[in-house]
């Protein structure tokens, strides 16, 4: 289905890239994961069990609430819902999309299921380290909603061809003398990516639904979220570790 466009991504030495478009994203809720961080630091001052638990259980509540402004800014909230996906598996899915690393977070979760489902109090220290954890996590985050990553640019031409200007001048389809690339990535309103290409030549336009077709989506989305890693000196190492953007060992059909 992609194949043309996941061959293209594979070639990360030779991938120039430009953000196409950014934005603020707008916030859905009523209550901001910094309040709740807020809430969890007050609650903390009393030091006591009943104090322990409720900065716990705020700090999780700014957990959730970031991780569900990450989703809904980019596609994944309507999926996630239908799907009943729990706060491990949307941690894990960060994890993969290579935004923040699970270990720590997951840590956070399991005080929360001790407190809520075996009843078994966190110390101040776990609560401390809570709200330490997802500040970071917060903070993390932020540099991908502010501002949100709604498109992206990318392009393979031959290395031996002279400089000329950048896209946004020049028409690419009146430049392409030559056998090279262009991918052009854009995060819709309906919850899907629009990709549409032109390699050696030959033009594809095409749309992913988060819904429908989840892992096409979440590989065209790494792109998107990390195009500003591309032709750094560690991107090819980067990109091999995340789940979805690593190139199938066949051409999917």
Same mark, same amino acid.
């Given at each position: 289905?992609?194949?043309?466009?996941?061959?293209?991504?594979?070639?990360?030495?030779?991938?120039?890239?430009?953000?196409?478009?950014?934005?603020?994203?707008?916030?859905?809720?009523?209550?901001?994961?910094?309040?709740?961080?807020?809430?969890?630091?007050?609650?903390?001052?009393?030091?006591?069990?009943?104090?322990?638990?409720?900065?716990?259980?705020?700090?999780?509540?700014?957990?959730?609430?970031?991780?569900?402004?990450?989703?809904?800014?980019?596609?994944?909230?309507?999926?996630?819902?239908?799907?009943?996906?729990?706060?491990?598996?949307?941690?894990?899915?960060?994890?993969?999309?290579?935004?923040?690393?699970?270990?720590?977070?997951?840590?956070?979760?399991?005080?929360?299921?001790?407190?809520?489902?075996?009843?078994?109090?966190?110390?101040?220290?776990?609560?401390?380290?809570?709200?330490?954890?997802?500040?970071?996590?917060?903070?993390?985050?932020?540099?991908?909603?502010?501002?949100?990553?709604?498109? $992206?640019? =990318?392009?393979?031409?031959? #290395?031996?061809?002279? %400089?000329?200007? &950048? @896209? !946004?001048?020049?028409?690419?389809?009146?430049?392409?003398?030559?056998?090279?690339?262009?991918?052009?990535?854009?995060?819709?309103?309906?919850?899907?990516?629009?990709?549409?290409?032109?390699?050696?030549?030959?033009?594809?336009?095409?749309?992913?639904?988060?819904?429908?077709?989840?892992?096409?989506?979440?590989?065209?989305?790494?792109?998107?979220?990390?195009?500003?890693?591309?032709?750094?000196?560690?991107? $090819?190492? =980067?990109?091999?570790?995340? #789940?979805?953007?690593? %190139?199938?060992? &066949? @051409? !999917?059909?």
């Amino acid at each position: 289905m992609l194949s043309e466009i996941t061959d293209f991504f594979a070639r990360l030495d030779e991938i120039n890239c430009w953000p196409d478009s950014t934005g603020v994203a707008n916030f859905p809720f009523q209550r901001t994961p910094s309040e709740f961080l807020e809430f969890a630091e007050n609650d903390l001052k009393k030091m006591d069990p009943q104090a322990t638990a409720n900065s716990l259980a705020n700090a999780k509540r700014a957990l959730d609430c970031q991780l569900d402004y990450f989703f809904q800014t980019y596609g994944l909230s309507t999926v996630s819902e239908k799907q009943r996906w729990s706060t491990s598996k949307k941690i894990s899915l960060m994890d993969e999309l290579g935004v923040v690393p699970e270990r720590i977070l997951h840590k956070i979760n399991k005080a929360r299921n001790d407190l809520e489902h075996r009843y078994e109090l966190p110390n101040i220290m776990t609560a401390e380290n809570s709200i330490d954890i997802v500040g970071i996590f917060i903070a993390a985050t932020d540099l991908y909603l502010f501002p949100a990553r709604y498109g $992206t640019y =990318f392009e393979i031409r031959d #290395k031996t061809e002279t %400089p000329r200007e &950048e @896209p !946004k001048s020049i028409k690419l389809s009146d430049l392409l003398k030559i056998p090279s690339a262009e991918v052009h990535l854009d995060l819709l309103q309906n919850d899907a990516i629009g990709a549409s290409a032109k390699i050696n030549g030959i033009a594809i336009d095409h749309q992913v639904s988060s819904e429908n077709e989840l892992n096409d989506y979440l590989y065209l989305l790494t792109y998107i979220l990390h195009s500003n890693r591309i032709n750094t000196p560690n991107s $090819t190492k =980067f990109f091999l570790k995340l #789940k979805y953007a690593k %190139p199938p060992s &066949e @051409p !999917k059909g």
